[in-house]
Each structure stands twice: as C-alpha cells, then as structure tokens.
C-alpha cells in the first residue's frame, strides 16, 4: 500500500526567508503526486502537481516541487515566504483504486504546520 | 460554477444520532469522494463514487453509507453516530483530464461534533 510521511510537524520560517517542506512517498508505480495548501477553517487548495515529464513543477502562489525518484521525494518550496503563505500543508500520493480506469483516491501526508513569523 | 458544495458547515450530534452529510457538484464531475480528517493525521478516504449508482469503500468506510443517485450529489449517512466519528468532513469531486490520473476537487468540508 502506498504511504506519503512528512517529517515536520511544524515549520517557523521568518517572512521573506526561503522555505522547504519535505515529503517522502512509498508507492510501487509511478506515482502521481500532489501538494496541497489548507488555511485555517478552509478546504484544500491544490498548489501543484506531479505526473511525469520534468522533474521540477511549478505551481501557484509562487510555488516549486521537485521529484526525486531515487530519494523517493516530492519537496515543496518557495524563494520567499509572505505571512500569507501560514497554513497547513500536505503532500498525497495518487492510487489507482478503481479497475476500469483512472486513478482515485488520494493517501495524504500528515501534514506541516507552517508558522511565518514577521 | 459553484464547484463542489457540502452542507451543513457544522453540526453536534448526540451517540446514537443518525444524519446525512451532504454533497453537491456542478463541474459534471463523474469521480466523487469522501474523505475525513483528524487532527495530526492528515485526510482518509472513506467511500468513492465514479459515477451515478457506483460506489466502493475507502480506507475507512465503518459507520458511513453512501449512495449515489445523480452524477450531481453524493451524500454521506452516518446511521448511528459515535464519538470516535468526530471530524471535519471533505467531499471532493474529480474529472478525466487526458492523463490517467484525474485532479481532485474539495468542498469547504462539514465540522461534526458527536458527544
């Protein structure tokens, strides 16, 4: 069964700083992978995603990840962080749940509490 | 559109309670899902849907029902509450998108309090 870990609980970056956030997937496939963002009392907003081709994705709000198939990786970054940015963020992994096509069903991370201080 | 909706926003239900959780999506997205988040421990499929009178089980489907009548709705049916089902609720949709995986889509999610 696939599984997704995020090390950090909790991240304290100061703003305007650079930020990582890192994620590890086990999966026997390729996988399909995703970063999502969740602000206090919100529903999940997807950043970016992974399917093939390039390593490096670009997302919204001034978001990267890079895939590392042989670190089994998908971290998340961003050159500068604004106090906007303070939120929950996941990593999940795509499996293919259903056989008569398609892939379904996401398996999240637990999650990292980013906090921005000023 | 209105994207994926999901009513009530909140609820507190007694032990033994039964209620529908409901979700609705204008997109014509034929995937639907519903998952539940515990703090700490990240989000849980519970059933999918991949299209109207189709549903499987998730990760986590003891206590729920689904059904799913309308490519639009898919409600989610808590027959007798307990308190281990205490969690904020997630209804997401999905559609094909060319590629063999299919983007999801979240609702604002349903807070649910059983005492």
């Known amino acids: 069964a696939q599984s997704v870990t995020q090390p950090d609980i909790h991240i304290t970056v100061s703003e305007g700083a650079s930020l990582e956030l890192r994620c590890n997937y086990s999966y026997g496939a390729t996988p399909y992978l995703f970063w999502y963002v969740q602000s206090p009392g919100q529903g999940l907003q997807l950043l970016l995603k992974?399917?093939?081709?390039?390593?490096l994705v670009q997302g919204i709000k001034g978001f990267e990840a890079e895939f590392k198939r042989s670190q089994s990786s998908f971290n998340l970054r961003k050159p500068s962080v604004h106090w906007s940015d303070a939120a929950e963020y996941f990593c999940?992994?795509?499996?293919?749940?259903?056989?008569?096509?398609?892939?379904?069903?996401?398996?999240f991370g637990k999650g990292t509490h980013l906090i921005i201080q000023p | 559109n209105a994207g994926v909706t999901q009513t009530p926003k909140f609820r507190i239900l007694k032990i033994g309670q039964s209620m529908t959780l409901q979700c609705a999506q204008d997109m014509n997205h034929n995937y639907m899902y519903w998952y539940r988040q515990d703090p700490g421990m990240g989000l849980k499929l519970i059933y999918y849907?991949?299209?109207?009178?189709?549903?499987d089980k998730g990760e986590v489907p003891n206590g729920y029902n689904v059904s799913r009548s309308t490519t639009e709705d898919f409600p989610l049916r808590l027959e007798l509450a307990a308190p281990s089902q205490t969690s904020v609720y997630f209804c997401?949709?999905?559609?094909?998108?060319?590629?063999?995986?299919?983007?999801?889509?979240f609702g604002p999610g349903t807070r649910l309090t059983v005492t």
């Open positions: 997401a949709s999905s559609y094909p998108s060319g590629t063999s995986y299919y983007e999801q889509y």
């Open positions: 999940a992994v795509g499996a293919l749940v259903y056989s008569g096509g398609g892939a379904d069903g996401l398996t």
């Open positions: 849907s991949v299209g109207a009178g189709i549903t």
């Open positions: 992974y399917f093939s081709g390039d390593t």
